[in-house]
């Protein structure tokens, strides 16, 4: 008898296998990615979380602002930005989502800001997420997009 989900013995399984995939491919497309970021390697889950620590004095200055300059000037040291309207997670997904056509989560949502004194000190902004829930055909869009620069 042909087992029903692709060659798996339950809906489950099948699963399991696919988003495996998945997630190896992500982390396959991400690492080849011009970037000097470190993609961290998940247990599971829908995401694969990206340290951008390295790749945040690339990112250029207008994106840490809500109205755009043509400062097109790579950041640097992140420090020395006078009053940023984002933290650099979000800046960096503004910049991949301009740029590249890519959008990642940025992690600062996921973290408690009460005690930031400003945006570039919030918890979790040296973090991004991508998600694994992708059709393979997005995963190939992803995979030409981060080449093209």
């Known amino acids: 008898m042909d087992k029903p989900y692709k ?6 399984e099948y699963l399991t296998d696919l988003y495996a ?3 190896d491919e992500l982390v396959k ?6 970037f000097d970021y470190r993609v961290l390697d998940p247990d599971g889950g829908y995401f694969v979380i990206v340290d951008i620590t390295n790749t945040i004095p690339k ?6 602002y809500k109205v ?5 000037e790579p950041v640097g040291d992140v420090k020395t930005l006078k ?9 960096f997904t503004r910049w991949l989502t301009t740029e590249y056509g890519v959008t990642p989560v940025p992690m600062f949502a996921f973290y408690n800001q009460a005690d930031a004194k400003s945006k570039i000190d919030y918890k979790g902004s040296h973090l ?12 190939n869009a992803v995979a030409e997009k981060l080449k093209k620069h």
Not at 7 to 12: D, E, R, S
Not at 29 to 34: G, Q, V, Y
Not at 68 to 72: P, V
Not at 128 to 139: G, L, P, Q, Y
């Open 29 to 34: 497309i991400l690492r080849n990615a011009p």
């Open 7 to 12: 060659g798996k013995a339950n809906y489950y």
């Open 68 to 72: 755009e300059t043509q400062d097109n």
């Open 128 to 139: 991004v997420r991508f998600a694994v829930c992708k059709s393979d055909e997005t995963m």
């Open 21 to 23: 995939r998945k997630k």
């Open 59 to 64: 990112i250029p200055k207008k994106y840490f």
């Open 83 to 91: 009053d940023p309207e984002f933290s650099p997670d979000y800046a």
